[in-house]
């Protein structure tokens, strides 16, 4: 969508959802990000000024999965008030406004962790970073504590096998093929030791720095982009955490940053905010780590091919063999 067609939208929107009629949209602009289509814009009235973010599903696409924006509706309005996240103000299905569902929540003054040379958390201290980490294991066993029937429309839950099994399909598209020649021995792993018992709620499903939103002086303001919500196995998402803070799953200078907790740190954190033990843990971290290195090779046959550009992908490739060399180890 074109932001000057979706300006238009956004015009009639706020026309009919805000009471004063001197009304205006300004400053629409696309968002960053890898997944959906975002956009912040503000709106003036006559005596004050909001700024809100819009989260759209990508257009012709079947309404599902990643693509269902009303999933991340139900997981945010499911979410008590211990775990930060960003308030849904408007969604619905109605397509008069944009053409799709849509749902709108206020932007936040901060940034997500990154950990380049240049990134803002370098420049707080060890325990204020410390402390950051501690606060987002807290919000990760706050969701997991979640009963799922506050959220029936995200379904059933996810059975282990089949989220081994699914990815087959990206790994027959995936570029690079001679770096995943692990997958059907790591593959094999999984389901002959897939786990018999695991807590079971509601999981983010990307739980990682990049996702995570917080102020400038370390303090966690929201839990973002939820397009990977589900109910299941909980500890998926502290496997995700660890294997994105695990050094020794990467090989790419992209993920080699260290300026955060690592995986062991994390974990630990994680069994003090969750007050009991994580069984099967290692199966789920190399789920992660798996999943990851078939994701990579998927994303860089799509950018190669011009249908998503992203050259970060030609930096972590390089991680793919490392990736699924860690999940063998942790099977092992």
């Known amino acids: ?26 400053e629409v602009f696309q968002m960053p990000g890898h997944a959906g289509f975002s956009y912040g814009f503000s709106v003036e009235t006559s005596d ?13 696409v079947k309404l599902e999965g990643t693509a269902d924006v009303l999933r991340q509706v139900a997981a945010l309005n499911a979410l008590p008030a211990t775990v930060p996240h960003c308030q849904v103000r408007w ?24 950990q380049d040379h240049d990134a803002w958390v370098r420049r707080l201290d060890n325990p204020s970073r410390t402390k950051m980490a501690r606060q987002a294991v807290t919000a990760l066993a706050e969701i997991h504590r979640v009963d799922p029937g506050r959220a029936p429309y995200l379904g059933e839950p996810i059975d282990l096998a089949l989220d081994v099994s699914r990815w087959d399909r990206f790994v027959e598209k995936a570029a690079d093929p001679s770096r995943l020649v692990l997958v059907p021995e790591v593959k094999r792993l999984l389901l002959d030791k897939l786990p018999t018992e695991s807590p079971m709620g509601i999981f983010h499903g990307d739980f990682q720095w990049s996702n995570l939103f917080y102020s400038k002086q370390g303090e966690l303001l929201a839990v973002i982009d939820w397009e990977l919500v589900g109910v299941g196995a909980t500890l998926n998402d502290v496997g995700w955490f660890a294997t994105f803070n695990d050094p020794l799953a990467w090989s790419d200078t992209a993920h080699q940053a260290e300026c ?73």
């Open 1 to 26: 969508m074109e932001l000057n067609e979706l300006a238009q939208g956004l015009g009639r929107f706020c026309k009919a959802h805000y009471p004063d009629e001197a009304v205006e949209v300004c």
């Open 48 to 60: 004050l000024l909001e700024k809100w973010y819009l989260r759209l599903p990508p257009p012709i």
């Open 91 to 114: 969604s619905g299905s109605d397509p008069q406004w944009f053409g799709r569902p849509y749902f709108i929540v206020p932007q936040l003054q901060g940034d997500v962790v990154r």
């Open 260 to 332: 955060m907790p690592q995986a062991e740190v994390l974990i630990a954190m994680y069994k003090e905010a969750w007050g009991a033990e994580l069984p099967n843990l290692n199966w789920f971290r190399a789920l992660a780590a798996y999943k990851f290195a078939i994701i990579t090779g998927f994303n860089l046959m799509l950018h190669r091919r011009g249908k998503r550009h992203d050259p970060l992908w030609e930096t972590s490739k390089n991680s793919m063999e490392t990736l699924l060399h860690r999940a063998q180890v942790l099977l092992s």
